[in-house]
């Protein structure tokens, strides 16, 4: 939630629109959630940020992105990690008077990341089916239901858990036996 802080008020300061976009990866090892998936859970843990989200599904990548803001902007600045800074700086000056135009782009760095809260942790977590500290390393604002949601459609994109079917039913089969025993 820092990185969006950050570029709102940035983008207040500066008189410029703030525009949020999810990557559209998806894969088992880096990138387990769907970009559906993904909109789902932003909107929940950050209903304040939710109208600066961008929903194109044919926008894939940042230099679509770019393409899709050429002619709308004459400067660009984008948030990233600290580790992806280089990267992306690079990237977007290699396609930059080819691909799209901007008079400017910056790709300013949101600083450290916090202990523990990177999305190697997130999925490492996963990995090892330790929901407590998946969830002790939220904010705990957050409501812990969606939390655990968010751990279970991780291990279903990281192909975890085969059985995770049974493992639903059997939980909810849980549930409503606890509600019918008022416990």
Do not use: H
């Not at 983008?11 to 387990?32: G, R, T, V, W």
């Amino acid at each position: 939630e820092i990185m969006l802080e950050e570029g709102k008020l940035m983008a207040d300061s500066e008189k410029a629109d703030f525009k949020i976009y999810l990557s559209k990866s998806y894969d088992a090892k880096k990138n387990p959630l769907s970009y559906l998936i993904k909109v789902k859970f932003f909107k929940k843990l950050f209903p304040r940020y939710a109208p600066y989200l961008v929903e194109d599904e044919s926008l894939k990548n940042i230099i679509n992105i770019m393409a899709d803001l050429d002619g709308k902007y004459s400067d660009a600045v984008m948030l990233v990690g600290e580790d992806r800074v280089d990267d992306f700086k690079n990237l977007l000056d290699r396609y930059n008077g080819t691909e799209y135009n901007f008079d400017e782009i910056i790709v300013q760095n949101t600083g450290g990341r916090v202990e523990g809260r990177s999305a190697s942790a997130m999925r490492s977590f996963v990995k090892k089916g330790d929901l407590e500290s998946f969830i002790g390393s939220y904010p705990s604002s957050v409501n812990r239901e969606l939390l655990t949601s968010i751990f279970n459609e991780l291990k279903m994109g990281m192909k975890l858990n085969e059985n995770y079917l049974d493992k639903l039913i059997n939980d909810e089969v849980d549930t409503v036996i606890r509600k019918l025993l008022g416990d």
